[in-house]
């Protein structure tokens, strides 16, 4: 049966949602430009790059046994993905001391970690998701105790696997952003893996291709993008 879209279930700052005639499964639209107060210059095809890049990094985890709610590329900047009842909680990989690890813990930035770290963030718009515990987590409710240590297994596999990806591409990933939902009382990476909530650094220069550079210009935000797409999806 042919998919078709129905009604929007869901606007967020980068994506939109919409109900499809077939059950448990949605439309996932990449804008181009975010919907917040003073939103960027929009980047021509950002959703369409956005679109390829987490379809290719969905599928890649796909193969290597981690769940994702992804299905398929629909067109230029839609994807059919599994309908999840989300968890507020955004899981944060750091494999290079950098951003707000750097300056939290006082460490030196680009420094190497031993191991990952795992941070959690509650996601609230309001509160400016801010980083919570175990015991956070349990409080507000967001995940017990099992769906939680899946959750960093699954994150700590999921790097696992990305890690080595990005290695081939000349891409050192320096921390990215997960986020889980449950269906059918399974979980799975949900959202989306993009540069807009990853830190790319090239594994030779360190040149930063990732968040790190998209917030100094439109000018570089494009090349950032550019490049990256290049690299994973051309």
Known sequence: MAVTRSRKLYEGKWKILFETNQTGRLIQRFKDTPTFANAETPLPKRGAMKN????ALFAELQRSGVPTHFLEVLSER???????????LEVVIRNVVAGSLAKRL?????????????????KSDALGDP?????????????NGE????????????NGILLPFFAEREILLVDFKLEFGRHDGRLMVGDEI??????FWDR???????????????????????????????
């Open 52 to 55: 390829e890049i987490s379809a």
């Open 78 to 88: 839609d994807m059919l993905v599994r309908r999840l009842e989300m968890i507020r």
């Open 106 to 122: 006082g460490m030196e930035a680009g420094s190497p970690l031993a191991a990952p770290v795992l941070e959690h963030y509650y």
């Open 131 to 143: 980083f919570v515990n175990d015991s956070h987590v349990h409080a507000l409710g967001l995940a």
């Open 147 to 158: 769906e939680l240590k899946a959750i960093r297994e699954m994150a700590v596999r999921a």
């Open 194 to 199: 993009t540069p807009d909530g990853c830190r």
């Open 204 to 234: 030779a220069t360190r040149e930063r291709l990732g968040k790190d550079r998209t917030r100094r210009s439109p000018a570089r935000e494009a090349a950032a993008y550019g490049e990256i797409f290049r690299r994973i999806c051309a």
